[in-house]
């Protein structure tokens, strides 16, 4: 193998060039929001078809096949989210009649919005 002038050989192969220097789009695709649709406790069919809906009308940068349990809240979501790089988070509840829709963006921001049937 040729070596320099200090003699000692210059490892080329072993390290793989930075992903941010030589991808132009790395630094826009890390920019992309990115989201969660689920519903939480008991819901109705429709509040079902409307979290379908809604995964659907996010594109595809949302959760399509999410698991979702019954008890689980928001901060376990939340907790899952960070790591996965989740900006947004729109959670389907129905307590009672009206269906609750609680949207989070980013980490501290909560909007809860009441959706009533019509009469």
């Not at 192969?13 to 008991?42: I, L």
């Not at 109705?44 to 949302?62: D, I, N, S």
């Amino acid at each position: 193998m040729p070596r320099g002038k200090a003699g000692r050989r210059k490892k080329r192969r072993t390290h793989a060039p930075d992903a941010g220097e030589d991808a132009p789009g790395a630094a826009a695709a890390e920019q992309v929001p990115r989201s969660f649709v689920f519903k939480s406790g008991r819901v109705a069919g429709y509040v079902k078809e409307l979290a379908a809906e809604l995964r659907q009308l996010m594109g595809p940068y949302t959760a399509a096949k999410l698991r979702e349990r019954r008890r689980a809240a928001l901060k376990d979501y939340a907790a899952v989210a960070t790591p996965l790089g989740v900006t947004h988070m729109l959670m389907l509840s129905q307590p009672d009649e009206a269906v609750n829709l609680k949207v989070r963006l980013g980490l501290t921001l909560t909007l809860t919005l009441t959706l009533n049937p019509k009469p």
